[in-house]
């Protein structure tokens, strides 16, 4: 009997350290690619700030853009209304030549009149004054004949002067017109010297748009290559813990039905449960939860005569003294106290990898350990212990 135990020990020893082994491969695997799927996700928000200050950039240039279009598109009818401009001065400038033209004859031939009348005079000599007031029938033809030759002169002299007058204005009209003209043509050169500069600009932020647009386009490839390495990843975890999770049950399985067959799905004794270290509460905790030894497991189930799986199993005995605990086994890892091993009591919690549950005290535990084997009683080192918890 005692070569029996001890063979079962050693293979109880191997199988663990077979397990542990692979459990470790497998937590590796996972771990590489995490951390893997750690440092793509950083990039691919490295890119996303990116893109996104990029796009910012690119909104800034466009509203710079239509800021010019607008620009160049005032100027485009100032100059418009400029060549309208130009073009009525040209003809009020062919208009004003054309009258001066006018006065300058008008007042050449008047000039010449008056010349030819002053000349007639001037052969006549003062004899032809006097015979002209001789001829006179009377005194008042007399008067008559004197006033006409006076208003003859006087008229001459208006009209001259009328004429120079009227050719002055025009000359200083069309020195105007043209003085305008210029100043119109000066207008018109700055405004087209400022379109071409705007159209230059335009054209530049034109290019650096297109710059901007292949960055982001850039950006948006190195995105999908990111995003598609990390979905293969998060695939590839996924799957690598269900199967770890899997072979995790398996060999809890096979060990628990290994190890618990010396005991069984027997009742234990309540005399040794009492006989344990601990407070009175966690043992009566421990004495009532191997009152459902031989009940059957569920996968998330919490029901304690219908069927509950190992966290279900713990958080409903608890819940019948009143205690509260997370739903989880890696939760409840963290609920209550942290003790060792050594100092374990009945009604603490046994926490392992994906698994949990209840010490009755003298090494053994109590739990829901699988579909196949139900609620039943084992060693508490059938597997590696990662954290015992005091909840009472």
């Known amino acids: 009997m005692r070569k029996r135990i001890v063979r079962l020990l050693c293979l109880s020893l191997a199988m663990l350290l077979v397990v542990h082994t692979n459990m470790s491969v497998w937590a590796d695997k996972i771990s590489d690619l995490k951390e893997q799927n750690k440092q793509d996700q950083a990039a691919l928000d490295e890119l996303d700030e990116?893109?996104?200050?990029?796009?910012?950039?690119?909104?800034?240039?466009?509203?710079?853009?239509?800021?010019?279009?607008?620009?160049?598109?005032?100027?485009?009818?100032?100059?418009?209304?400029?060549?309208?401009?130009?073009?009525?001065?040209?003809?009020?400038?062919?208009?004003?030549?054309?009258?001066l033209t006018a006065a300058q004859v008008q007042e050449q031939e008047q000039y010449e009149a008056m010349k030819l009348r002053i000349q007639y005079m001037y052969e006549k000599g003062e004899t032809s004054y006097l015979e002209l007031l001789m001829q006179a029938s009377s005194f008042q033809s007399a008067l008559n004949n004197a006033d006409y030759i006076e208003q003859m002169y006087a008229y001459d002299r208006k009209m001259l002067t009328q004429y120079e007058?009227?050719?002055?204005?025009?000359?200083?009209?069309?020195?105007?017109?043209?003085?305008?003209?210029?100043?119109?043509?000066?207008?018109?050169?700055?405004?087209?010297?400022?379109?071409?500069?705007?159209?230059?600009?335009?054209?530049?932020?034109?290019?650096?748009?297109?710059?901007?647009?292949?960055?982001?386009?850039?950006?948006?490839?190195?995105?999908?290559?990111?995003?598609s390495k990390i979905k293969k990843q998060n695939a590839e975890i996924k799957k690598l813990e269900e199967e770890a999770a899997r072979k995790a049950r398996e060999e809890a399985e096979r060990l628990a039905a290994m190890k618990n067959k010396p005991i069984g799905t027997a009742k234990v004794d309540t005399a040794s449960i009492m006989a344990a270290n601990g407070s009175a509460k966690g043992k009566e905790i421990a004495i009532y939860a191997c009152g459902f030894v031989g009940n059957k497991y569920v996968w998330g189930g919490t029901s304690l005569t219908n069927g509950a799986d190992c966290s279900g199993f713990t958080q409903s005995v608890y819940k019948a003294f009143g205690y509260k605990i997370p739903r989880t086994s890696y939760q409840q890892r963290s609920a209550g106290k942290a003790v060792t091993y050594a100092e374990a009591q009945p009604g603490d919690l046994i926490c392992y990898a994906g698994h949990v549950a209840m010490y009755i005290g003298n090494g053994r535990i109590v739990h829901a350990s699988s579909a196949k084997t139900g609620i039943i009683i084992g060693y508490a080192t059938y597997k590696p212990i990662l954290a015992v918890r005091r909840i009472v």
């Open 50 to 99: 990116e893109m996104e200050n990029l796009e910012l950039e690119q909104e800034g240039i466009a509203s710079d853009m239509q800021e010019v279009e607008l620009a160049i598109v005032d100027l485009m009818a100032s100059i418009a209304l400029i060549e309208e401009d130009i073009e009525t001065k040209q003809s009020e400038i062919a208009q004003a030549e054309l009258d």
């Open 165 to 227: 007058e009227t050719r002055q204005q025009i000359e200083e009209m069309k020195e105007s017109l043209e003085l305008e003209y210029a100043e119109l043509e000066v207008s018109k050169a700055e405004c087209e010297m400022e379109q071409a500069g705007l159209e230059d600009a335009l054209a530049e932020l034109a290019k650096l748009s297109e710059d901007y647009e292949l960055q982001i386009s850039k950006a948006k490839q190195e995105a999908e290559v990111y995003k």
